[in-house]
Nanobody, 117 residues
Framework: QVRLVESGGGLVQPGGSLRLSCAAS????????MGWYRQFPGKSRELVAI???????NYADSVQGRFTISRDNAKNTVYLEMDSLRPEDTAVYYC???????????WGQGTQVTVSS
């Protein structure tokens, strides 16, 4: 069983920055891909950024150059630094861990990010 706990969401002004954190705990074996997804009202979850076990990254086109994903494997924690935030970034952000051994996705509870003046 894997648990993901997110933090760092909140209200920020357009053009501002915010950093999200997600700590994984439980029955985690080795290093697994982790990432961030977001969900807009009335829409399904979509990819924001992911980082593989070897450090490879993939970003959605809409956040490329503005968001940066990083991780601390020793702490089983993944981060998302969001810069130059726009109102269109307003969404619920979900942390994700893909357990390679069990071939199963685990999700955080979601954290609200609101970009507004």
């Amino acid at each position: 069983q894997v648990r993901l706990v997110e933090s760092g969401g909140g209200l920020v002004q357009p053009g501002g920055s915010l950093r999200l954190s997600c700590a994984a705990s439980g029955d985690i074996f080795g290093v697994n891909p982790m990432g961030w997804y977001r969900q807009f009202p009335g829409k399904s979850r979509e990819l924001v950024a992911i980082m593989g076990a070897r450090g490879t990254t993939n970003y959605a086109d809409s956040v490329q150059g503005r968001f940066t994903i990083s991780r601390d494997n020793a702490k089983n924690t993944v981060y998302l630094e969001m810069d130059s935030l726009r109102p269109e970034d307003t969404a619920v952000y979900y942390c994700n861990l893909f357990d390679v051994w069990d071939n199963e996705n685990y999700w955080g509870q979601g954290t609200q990010v609101t970009v507004s003046s």
